[in-house]
Every structure is written in structure tokens, then in C-alpha cells.
């Protein structure tokens, strides 16, 4: 297992991320199945809002690939939900679906285009057909 950059960055700034996110991100791919990656799409880089956790350093958008292959947002949400304190939030809308993990307080949300709406992850549960594996998690 291991974390790496793709997507929008060429490179992350690994230095300017808090190392509470990173070693989360180790723990995290510690508990996942052997060959699935961390892919890091940005950290600090890119456009975020000012007073956010990407400025600070504690939030990174990324997705997770098994042998290269994109992992699908629905395969790994409830290993997140179960191993991941913090906030959660899904882009199925990516080129690379995925998400945003940071080390704030315990929340989650779905964007599912451009449009800027946020939505609850009951929304994303529902239009999913989830509700049978949530139940069991929530």
C-alpha cells in the first residue's frame, strides 16, 4: 500500500500538509485491502476556500485505486465511515470520483456536480440504493 499524487497536481506539497492528515492517511491505508493506493489529487494546492483545512494543511482530495484501477466512491465509503474521524465528503462528479478527508470535526456530504450544492449522505444513500449496508454501519 502507498500514498501517491495524481490527478490535477503533478506534485503535492507533502511538507505542507499537518502531520496529523498524513499519519491518518497511513492508518487509514494500513486498515484498506493490500494493493489499494491512496492517490492524492491536491492538498494545499489549488483554489479553496481561505478558511478552510486545505490552506491549513489538514485536508487532502484524493481516491483510491487497487493495481491502477479506479476504485467507484461506493466501494470504499463505508471503510471510510468506519475508519475515518473527521470530515467525509464524496465527488461523484470527478474524472477520478472520490473524496475529500480532512481532520476536522466529524461530518460528511455529497457533491454530485459543478453546481456548488452540497448534499447529506442520506441523499447519497438513497439515490445510491445503499440503505441496507448504511443501516448496518450507522
Given amino acids: 500500500n502507498m500514498i501517491k499524487t495524481k490527478g490535477l497536481y503533478n506534485k503535492v506539497d507533502f511538507w505542507a500538509l499537518d502531520f496529523r492528515l498524513i499519519q491518518r492517511l497511513k492508518d487509514l491505508n494500513n486498515v484498506l485491502a493490500p494493493g489499494e493506493d491512496i492517490c492524492i489529487h491536491c492538498g494545499v494546492e489549488g483554489k479553496h476556500s481561505p478558511g478552510g483545512f486545505h490552506p491549513a494543511g489538514m485536508a487532502v482530495d484524493m481516491h483510491f485505486e487497487k493495481n491502477g484501477l479506479l476504485l467507484q466512491p461506493e466501494a470504499m465509503l463505508f471503510m471510510l465511515l468506519k475508519n475515518w474521524k473527521g470530515g467525509i ?3 461523484t462528479h470527478w474524472n477520478n470520483p472520490g473524496f475529500h478527508l480532512d481532520i476536522g470535526t466529524a461530518r460528511t456530504w455529497w457533491k454530485k ?3 456548488g450544492q452540497l448534499y447529506t449522505l ?7 440504493g445503499l440503505n441496507e449496508y448504511y443501516d448496518k454501519i450507522v
Avoid at 442520506?122 to 445510491?128: F, N, T
Fill in 89 to 91: 465528503g464524496i465527488y
Fill in 113 to 115: 456536480d459543478d453546481s
Fill in 122 to 128: 442520506a441523499q447519497y444513500v438513497i439515490e445510491k
